[in-house]
């Protein structure tokens, strides 16, 4: 049988590879693997190697959280400068043609 607090360490340390990665495909299924093996843990962690597993389970996470805070806030500043070169292009385009215009197609 496998510790599963080495387990959880491992699933969070591969979880940050991913988001490192920018592997965004591939966090589902580590997410799906980290809800089952916190499922089967007692509600007290023993103490000794299974404390230090979860210390640095945490500590992985909380790297990870905070990549993953600044990847959204680099998104929502990308965002932005589309949203601004959308406005740019549209000024350049002029007045849009009324909905109500015709081809005239008969020559």
């Avoid at 591939?26 to 007692?42: C, T």
């Avoid at 023993?46 to 597993?53: E, H, L, V």
Wanted: charged residues 20%.
């Amino acid at each position: 049988m496998t510790d599963p607090y080495a387990a959880l360490r491992e699933l969070t340390e591969r979880e940050h590879a991913l988001v490192v990665a920018g592997r965004w495909e591939q966090l589902a299924a580590v997410d799906s693997e980290r809800r089952e093996a916190l499922a089967g843990l007692p509600a007290v962690a023993p103490a000794g190697a299974a404390r230090a597993a979860l210390a640095r389970a945490a500590e992985v996470q909380a790297a990870t959280t905070e990549l993953l805070a600044a990847q959204v806030a680099e998104l929502g500043r990308s965002l932005g400068r589309v949203a601004q070169g959308r406005t740019a292009v549209q000024a350049y385009g002029g007045a849009a043609a009324p909905a109500t215009a015709r081809v005239d197609l008969a020559g």
